[in-house]
């Protein structure tokens, strides 16, 4: 899609002047009358603009949960119950691409106003281990597991805030994401708790386990330890510093004729619009073909673990970079809304001029939908050719539940047409599908939760779906572990190694 939803923050993005100063959401008492206004207000903008709101569940079903909230909300409310229920209907949507929160400035709250989980948690196969301890304790090490907080098992934390992250469909990789860093430490605050102090009982390299308490603190403080406390220096020596471009392609040199290919998302590198990422994707992956042809590769290595996604256009790109066929191939079926004209438009990502002519880029169907046009095609759907210079040995895709959005329909398309190779675990996109496009972002006029919500239904060209809310399943499943991190090791990329030799 062309924007996402990501709350995987950069480490180091962030000020370290902000001074701690008190959550007055916590609070914050909400009246029955203004939960019921900001509720309908939030129930029209799903039924007029949300073009997957029943998707996964049909309208008399949602409709009657949506009754159901409604009828909760008769009694004055703490601030955080009346976002947790909110909440739950977002994820009940079952759509990566709809949230809330519970402001608009939230990250700012999150530097300096929310006192949070200190520690860098890093999720591998339902355990916590520690990346980076945000305090001045220096017995908590990296690589120590976390077993329990204040008394809850890391497994009923994991189920609690599962409950609450937006995801598509029915996958659960995508969900891990909120065991990890400050996403974590958001979730536990929103979700299960805001205490002074954590309680915890954490597993040691040695096998032996101890209790410790640490600090609830802004993120600042905890960024700023990162940083300071010694036992964190391998880690943010190997982890803690960010690529200079998002896009690099490389030469293995213990794999001969083989390239690894890695993109951190396609979010167009300053792009300002669809046409502007693709003349930026498509010089890049000209440059990239020539070198492979230069230097002979016949197996290409595609890296998008954690590509949260970005502009459509890009991923269409690199499908034609990669295409097996001679032949032109559709991307996506189709892509609908189910209004040209509601007022929540107003509050879209749109630019003036295209709200003005959403009229025109949208077909009106029997069924009271809108079918985007696909350029001169009009219903389509666009057909792509292959790039005359594509790639045309063998490829070699890494994905996981962190490769999303536009990341997810590229996977999806590729692999209904045989592109490659896929390895990995599921991904963090519906095959058939989700929703985005663009998106209406607005505040409750009440309580002042930011929601957002996308006004595209996505519908891919990948044929018969036989597990409806599912990701791309990979043809070799593959996790990471803790010896990898500890370690700074690759045990996948030696898999496929191992692959590209035994071919």
């Not at 994820?91 to 809330?100: E, F």
């Not at 809108?370 to 890494?398: A, E, S």
Request: with cysteine; glycine share 6%; hydrophobic share 35%.
């Amino acid at each position: 899609m062309r924007l996402t939803h990501i709350f995987l923050f950069t480490l180091f993005a962030c000020s370290l002047a902000a001074q701690p100063v008190t959550d007055t959401l916590q609070t914050n008492v909400l009246q029955p009358a203004d939960m019921q206004a900001d509720f309908r207000y939030f129930r029209r903008l799903l039924e007029e603009t949300h073009p997957g709101l029943y998707r996964y569940t049909p309208k008399p079903v949602m409709q009657a949960k949506l009754d159901s909230l409604a009828g909760t909300l008769t009694k004055p409310m703490p601030f955080y119950d009346f976002f947790r229920t909110i909440e739950s209907l977002v994820a009940d949507i079952r759509c990566a691409h709809t949230h809330a929160l519970p402001a608009k400035n939230w990250e700012s709250l999150f530097n300096s106003h929310w006192k949070t989980f200190p520690l860098f948690m890093f999720p591998i196969q339902n355990h916590s281990y520690i990346l980076f301890n945000g305090t001045a304790n220096e017995t908590i090490k990296p690589g120590f597991e976390l077993l329990r907080i204040n008394g809850h098992s890391m497994e009923a934390i994991r189920q609690r805030l599962f409950r609450y992250h937006w995801d598509d469909g029915y996958i659960q990789t995508s969900k891990q994401a909120v065991m990890q860093g400050q996403l974590f430490a958001l979730f536990y605050y929103w979700f299960m708790e805001q205490p002074d102090v954590f309680h915890l009982t954490l597993r040691k390299l040695t096998g032996d386990t101890i209790q410790v308490d640490v600090p609830a603190q802004p993120f600042t403080t905890s960024l700023r330890f990162y940083k300071k406390n010694p036992v964190n220096k391998q880690m943010i020596g190997w982890y803690g510093k960010n690529a200079k471009h998002p896009w690099r392609l490389s030469f293995p040199n213990d794999m001969p004729r083989t390239a690894l290919l890695r993109l951190d998302s396609f979010g167009g590198e300053g792009a300002k619009n669809s046409d502007e990422a693709v003349v930026l994707f498509r010089a890049f992956m000209d440059k990239a073909m020539r070198q492979l042809a230069k230097k002979g590769i016949r197996n290409l290595i595609v890296d998008l673990n954690n590509n949260p996604g970005g502009w459509d256009s890009q991923g269409i790109e690199l499908f034609s970079y990669l295409m097996k066929s001679d032949s032109a191939a559709a991307y996506y079926e189709r892509q609908y809304s189910v209004t040209d004209s509601s007022e929540f438009i107003q509050f879209s990502d749109l630019s003036e001029q295209d709200r003005k002519n959403v009229k025109n880029e949208l077909i009106p169907e029997s069924d009271g939908t809108f079918t985007l046009k696909q350029g001169d095609v009009g219903r389509g759907p666009r057909r792509y050719l292959p790039k005359p210079n594509r790639f045309r040995g063998q490829v070699y895709i890494f994905m996981n539940g962190r490769s999303a959005s536009t990341a997810s329909e590229f996977l999806a398309v590729a692999h209904a047409n045989r592109v490659g190779v896929f390895l990995g675990e599921e991904s963090g996109g519906a095959y058939e599908g989700g929703n985005g496009g663009s998106f209406i972002h607005l505040e409750l006029p009440h309580s002042k939760i930011y929601v957002g919500s996308p006004l595209l239904y996505y519908h891919n060209a990948v044929g018969e779906v036989t597990k409806k809310g599912r990701g791309t399943m990979p043809d070799y499943a593959l996790d990471i572990t803790i010896d990898d991190v500890l370690n700074h090791t690759n045990s996948r990329l030696d898999f496929v190694k191992k692959l590209i030799l035994e071919n």
